[in-house]
């Protein structure tokens, strides 16, 4: 399992602060920004990473920014992307069970490091259900054939 992580300079706090749990789970991560507490764009790190998920050069992605909703805003417009934001436990099962998230979004600004360390334990440790899902995320994908020849 290989992951890209990304923030903007709201994020940057929580990044520094979930990389060592990272590491703990054996994760093998990889950081694409920003590493300065300056003020930055987050659609330039959210593409990076959603990039790397999108061409399938990692597995998954974490990206944070100051509520989440920017980044997850980018990240969506990636094929194959699955961007979540989750601010709680449930989400985060939730994301992983139904929806198969392959990028997990926090907020840096609303929710503390403890939260966001116990929802990515739970978010790297819950298998996709498949059967229903399953059809509902082709669905997803037959979404996006479909823009993607409209754009043609
Ligand atoms: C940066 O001030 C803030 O707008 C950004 O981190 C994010 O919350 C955007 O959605």
Not at 23 to 28: A, N, R, T, V, Y
Not at 56 to 73: A, E, F, K, P, V
Not at 98 to 108: E, F, R, T, W, Y
Not at 124 to 141: P, S, W, Y
């Amino acid at each position: 399992m290989k992951v890209a992580i990304g923030c903007d300079h709201a994020g940057l706090e929580m990044k520094n602060a979930i990389t060592p749990l990272l590491e703990d789970l054996g994760i093998k991560w990889q950081d694409f920004g920003t590493c300065s507490s300056e003020s930055c764009d987050y659609p330039e790190y959210g593409e990076k990473v959603s990039a790397e998920v999108s061409e399938g050069r990692m597995d998954r992605g974490i990206l944070i920014c100051g509520t989440g909703i920017g980044m997850s805003i980018v990240a969506n417009k990636f094929p194959g992307v699955r961007a979540a934001l989750c601010s709680e436990d449930y989400s985060a099962k939730m994301s992983r069970m139904h929806n198969d998230a392959n990028i997990l979004v926090l907020p840096g600004r609303i929710i503390n490091s403890a939260t966001a360390q116990d929802i990515i334990k739970i978010w790297f440790k819950t298998d996709f259900e498949g059967g229903r899902h399953q059809r509902r995320l082709d669905k997803i994908t037959a979404i996006e054939s479909k823009i993607n020849k409209q754009q043609v």
